[in-house]
């Protein structure tokens, strides 16, 4: 099995950062892309960035020059920059992989178990 764990939320104000991390582990022969997902209360969940392996990235546009997506392929790590954070920024996020499990050549999606991010005005 593959386990995604996310860190790094928290309350935070307005103008403020946070740097978000997911470690994923277990049976992990390759990761392909990875991704930032976050859903507020009462909406549905929304994309916010996401990465390729070997590195490209797309975001959506209401975070495009705020928030930062990275990664550590030789740590199974993907990383989210939130600078200039904004109440409507408020939601839990959720990492996403797309990964290749050892003794398979197939890729499944996992999903971690989500951190909360609130940003007071």
């Known amino acids: 099995q593959v386990q995604l764990v996310e860190s790094g939320g928290g309350l935070v104000q307005t103008g403020g950062s946070l740097r978000l991390s997911c470690v994923a582990s277990g049976s992990i022969f390759m990761i392909n892309a990875m991704g930032w997902y976050r859903q507020a209360p009462g909406k549905q969940r929304e994309l916010v960035a996401t990465?390729?392996?070997?590195?490209?990235?797309n975001y959506a546009d209401s975070v495009k020059g705020r928030f930062t997506i990275s990664r550590d392929n030789a740590k199974n790590t993907v990383y989210l920059q939130m600078n200039s954070l904004k109440p409507e920024d408020t939601a839990v996020y959720y990492c996403?992989?797309?990964?290749?499990?050892?003794?398979?050549?197939?890729?499944?999606?996992?999903w971690g178990q989500g951190t909360l991010v609130t940003v007071s005005s």
């Open positions: 996403n992989a797309a990964v290749v499990r050892t003794s398979t050549t197939y890729q499944y999606t996992y």
């Open positions: 990465i390729t392996r070997g590195g490209s990235t």
